[in-house]
């Protein structure tokens, strides 16, 4: 069984460690602990891995975060990936720093990349993770906030929060979504 694991972004180094670009932090992380790479493909970077006979597709779209739909969109017909298989891991600010959320299927909450998919997808109903990385910053300076570097504050537990998600990841592609969401409350 194939899994289209879906890391949101921006490419480019000015984006690298930014807060939005933690769906890709999260795919590095799981490809490094692997020891695998990522190749240069079409709308992206991807890296195939295997976990339990399972096959993950690991995919950093370079379409930019607002544009992310036509990646995903790609990559789901070229591998004959069904909807219930394919993850996209976002960041969120409705959410508490390090706070993770696993849904089925959900509005876009205003999350551009979100949006972007659903509306090349015609559906709203593909499971994403929710990576929540706060909303601590002025009124008027959100852009500025997702697009900044984490914090002090935040470095010291990015990487056991990151640790989980990628926990959330592999339950999903091996006990499925509700099991997993289950035990994720």
Not at 5 to 22: A, E, K, S
Not at 33 to 47: A, I
Not at 58 to 69: I, R, V
Not at 132 to 147: A, E, M, R, S
């Amino acid at each position: 069984m194939k899994f289209l694991v879906t890391g949101l972004g921006n490419p480019g180094f000015d984006y690298t460690d930014t807060r939005h670009n933690i769906g890709f932090k999260v795919l590095d992380s799981i490809a490094k602990n692997l020891g695998q790479d990522f190749k240069t493909c079409r709308y992206g970077l991807q890296s195939k891995i295997k976990h339990k006979g399972k096959t993950l597709i690991l995919l950093k779209p370079n379409t930019f975060m607002n544009l992310s739909g036509k990646a995903v969109k790609y990559w789901m017909d070229k591998e004959k990936i069904h909807f219930k298989n394919c993850l996209i891991i976002t960041d969120d600010l409705a959410l508490d720093f390090g706070k993770l959320r696993l849904r089925a299927k959900g509005s876009h909450a205003g999350h551009n990349g979100l949006k972007n998919i659903s509306e090349i997808l015609g559906s709203d109903i593909f499971p994403r993770l929710r990576f929540g990385i706060g909303n601590d910053f002025p009124k008027g300076h959100q852009t500025k906030y997702v697009l900044g570097k984490w914090d002090d504050d935040q470095l010291v537990n990015i990487d056991k929060n990151i640790h989980k998600a990628k926990e959330i990841i592999f339950s999903f592609c091996t006990i499925g979504i509700d099991m997993t969401m289950n035990n994720l409350n």
